[in-house]
């Protein structure tokens, strides 16, 4: 019987909702009894279906509820539609200094001035470990084990461990608090990590709670896991513990294939060809038959990410584009989800007035038909009108743009543009979006779900519209979104210190790469160099060429397919049992 615990089953927040939700079928076709754990907040969310638990569970189920802690049985409405218990130990809350307090004396985890971002997922967990605890006395007649992905989880361990309770656990850290935070200050983690002080860098930084949490997680854990090579030196230089490494997967059979990938290509890019009509031909026009594609997707995490090569790249390739008077535009487009409001209001204006004169357009559509043959058929012995030259005009008369003053806005959306890195940073360096740019650039700060009424594609379609994927991350325990890119048959660029790019490095094979590794251990203008360089190559392939690239992208992401990934589950698992035997062998 396994249960894995997240904050984010039925909870999209980050990638580990794709980590947890991806492998359902695979886990259930290896367990036969599987359980994932979440959070209950005041509403259940809409993908979770709740059913009556069966009688064991509804027992425990009334014995937490009169500790104050709520849970819900049901199923997760996903593939494979796994068997889900949320729990909401809120009522915790009143315990929540004792907690703490304990915690530093027993564990030394430093929280004194930990915020709500601390103490919600803490008391969550503890509820967590309170429901296990009575699991694992109630299911006697079965293995079981408890799985903990990131901190936000790992406190049921320790109170696991407090209680004496025998149930062998694995805590998986998928990125350690401190590597993230010490990244984003622009220092170079991997060159300095046998340097450092972890507890006096996590306290200046701030982030000591976090980190403390981690190393005691990671020292208490029955098997301590992260998710690539090179987090997992990361993690025992700064958690103090050797990892054994689960690389995350996708079900790569459920993805497209490359001729079904290549057919949404098409379509799909037609959607993102009209949505960049109304941005831009307000302002001036360009030929969007002679247009590539870029994208960024992912944290909005400036110097981990890369954000601040690509756009530094991007200025070079601009400037190059331009000397030589170069026949195509680029658009890149940076998909970041954050806070902000709703569409600029001359830019939904525009898509608007855009979508009627499509609708316009294609109720004509028969007549155009009709026209088109009748040129043919003639042999064009008689003159054609394929519209009415009366229905032309009265469409021109009214679909008129308002002729704005300046350039294309390089966001969509209204955010605090002033302090925006990304366009703050696109700015000094001259990407303006001017008539003369060839490089334009397009910042979509949304979630990307099908549903926010000005876009209204969803991220998969978008990837699978473009044309290269940009990920030259600093800090990136594995990436998914390159891995994504490649599973559309969109070549893509990730890093070396990037989990994945390390994980393919060795495989990749063709004149026409579908991935490029930029090496991020080298000093910050050598590497824009690298990446402006790679980028001025592959804008200039011809469609032959991209579409090698496509095909080698697209074999790439086999690698990485869930069913070839699960088996270190299930390798680390066993260890688990193993190891918790051994253990309470050697206790008794």
Not at 498 to 520: E, H, P, T
Request: aromatic residues 12%; hydrophobic residues 35%.
């Amino acid at each position: 019987m396994v249960f894995e615990v997240s904050f984010e089953v039925c909870n999209k927040v980050g990638g580990i909702y794709t980590v947890v939700s991806s492998k359902v079928p695979l886990m259930q076709a290896h367990y036969d009894n599987y359980f994932l754990i979440g959070p209950l907040f005041d509403t259940a969310p809409a993908e979770f279906i709740e059913e009556r638990p069966t009688e064991p569970l509804a027992k425990i189920f009334s014995e937490l509820a009169r500790e104050g802690i709520k849970c819900k049985y049901g199923t997760w409405d996903i593939l494979g539609r796994p068997n889900v218990i949320l729990i909401d130990a809120r009522n915790l809350n009143q315990y929540a200094d004792d907690i703490k307090k304990h915690l530093w004396e027993a564990y030394q985890i430093d929280s004194y001035g930990a915020g709500g971002d601390f103490i919600e997922p803490m008391i969550w967990s503890w509820g967590v470990g309170k429901f296990l605890e009575k699991a694992n006395h109630q299911f006697t007649h079965s293995k079981n084990i408890a799985h903990f992905h990131e901190w936000l989880s790992g406190f049921a361990i320790l109170y696991l461990k407090d209680q004496g309770c025998h149930l062998p656990t694995v805590f998986t850290t998928h990125a350690t608090m401190l590597g993230r935070s010490f990244s984003s200050t622009r220092r170079k983690l991997f060159l300095e990590l046998d340097s450092i002080d972890p507890d006096y860098e996590a306290k200046q930084l701030g982030v000591s709670a976090k980190h403390t949490s981690e190393k005691a997680f990671a020292r208490h854990s029955t098997v301590f896991s992260t998710v690539s090579d090179i987090t997992a030196q990361e993690a025992q230089k700064l958690l103090g513990r050797k990892p054994e490494v689960l690389q995350n997967g996708l079900p790569i059979d459920l993805f497209p294939t490359f001729e079904e990938s290549s057919y949404q290509h098409i379509t799909n890019k037609k959607r993102l060809q009209q949505f960049l009509i109304s941005h831009f031909y307000p302002y001036h026009v360009f030929d969007l038959n002679k247009t590539l594609f870029l994208y960024f997707g992912g944290r909005y995490e400036y110097e981990n990410k890369g954000l601040d090569v690509i756009i530094e790249a991007l200025s070079r390739l601009n400037y190059q584009l331009k000397e030589e008077g170069f026949d195509k535009t680029i658009v890149m487009f940076f998909f970041v989800a954050m806070n902000s409001g709703g569409p600029k209001p001359e830019l939904l204006e525009n898509k608007e007035q855009v979508t009627s004169l499509v609708n316009d357009l294609k109720e004509k559509s028969d007549y155009v038909i009709q026209q088109l043959l009748l040129d043919i058929i003639t042999d064009d012995r008689y003159k054609i009108q394929p519209l009415p030259q009366d229905f032309i005009e009265g469409i021109r008369r009214e679909f008129r743009f308002k002729k704005p003053e300046g350039n294309p806005p390089l966001c969509t959306h209204i955010i605090d543009e002033a302090n925006d890195p990304v366009i703050k940073h696109c700015k000094a360096v001259g990407l303006t979006n001017k008539e003369e740019d060839k490089i334009k650039i397009v910042m979509v700060p949304k979630y990307l779900d099908g549903k926010d009424g000005f876009l209204n594609m969803d991220y998969y379609e978008v990837v699978s519209a473009s044309h290269l994927g940009l990920f030259p991350s600093y800090y990136e325990p594995w990436g998914y979104t390159p891995l994504e890119s490649l599973s559309y048959g969109v070549p893509a660029i990730t890093s070396n210190t990037a989990g994945f790019g390390l994980f393919l490095k060795d495989k990749i094979i063709g004149k026409k790469k579908g991935l490029q590794i930029v090496d991020r251990h080298r000093d910050f203008e050598e590497v824009v160099q690298q990446l402006y360089e790679l980028l001025n190559e592959y804008v200039r392939y011809n469609i032959h060429e991209r579409v090698s690239c496509k095909m080698n992208a697209h074999a790439l992401a086999t690698y990485a397919d869930w069913r070839q990934l699960i088996k270190n589950y299930i390798i680390v698992h066993n260890k688990a049992i193993v190891g918790e035997r051994t253990s309470k062998e050697s206790t008794d």
